[in-house]
């Protein structure tokens, strides 16, 4: 770090690196994780630099917006969001990367938000880091060195790959199809939907 370099840029790198840590220690999905700790899919990339794409992520809450570092920099290809708010408590940010390995296949991760965010929020690049592509995504209209950023269509999965949350099994579309066709013949009353919460390995603790 230049003894010259701006006392908030240097803030902020340090703030970034305390939670690109936190990331590490708890961005591993529960699908992935198999008896006893070990791995039960080796290929799944966490994004920490070590993987297959060879990109290191950071998801950053900073001065209520959301800030996504990808590492090195020209890195990224494309962006996707997607605002996941089952859970009120708990509203996750679903990211979808594509990165310059492989800019045809996106990798969806989840990070749970600990600011609020709303529906219509807007992506910008800003421009004055230098080894890194940074993206901002706010609700409120960003200024100074960032231009607007065009987000790819929203993720079509809510989950990494491989994990149970993103389609039912087929045995259980079979059987809800015979339900209906059973309630077809002799309607019953309906009994209320099992509430679905998928179990998520928080980002930020």
Request: hydrophobic residues 35%; charged residues 25%; glycine residues 8%.
């Amino acid at each position: 770090m230049s003894i010259l370099e701006n006392p908030m840029n240097a803030f902020h790198r340090l703030i970034s690196t305390v939670f690109a840590f936190t990331i590490l220690l708890n961005a591993t999905p529960a699908f992935a994780t198999g008896a006893g700790g070990s791995s039960a899919d080796d290929d799944y990339d966490r994004l920490d630099g070590t993987g297959l794409s060879g990109k290191k992520v950071q998801v950053i809450e900073w001065e209520g917006n959301l800030e996504v570092h990808v590492y090195p920099a020209g890195s990224l290809k494309g962006l996707a969001l997607k605002l996941d708010k089952r859970n009120k408590d708990k509203p996750v940010m679903v990211i979808g990367y594509r990165f310059d390995s492989d800019p045809k296949n996106q990798l969806i991760r989840r990070a749970i938000l600990g600011i609020p965010f709303r529906e219509g929020f807007k992506a910008y690049r800003d421009k004055s880091a230098d080894d890194y592509d940074k993206i901002i995504i706010s609700n409120n209209t960003q200024s100074g060195q960032v231009v607007a950023f065009q987000l790819d269509p929203e993720p079509t999965q809510l989950y990494p790959d491989g994990h149970p949350g993103n389609k039912a099994p087929e045995a259980t579309k079979r059987d809800v199809a015979s339900v209906k066709k059973k309630d077809a013949k002799s309607p019953e009353p309906e009994s209320a939907p099992d509430n679905e919460e998928g179990q998520i390995k928080p980002f930020f603790q």
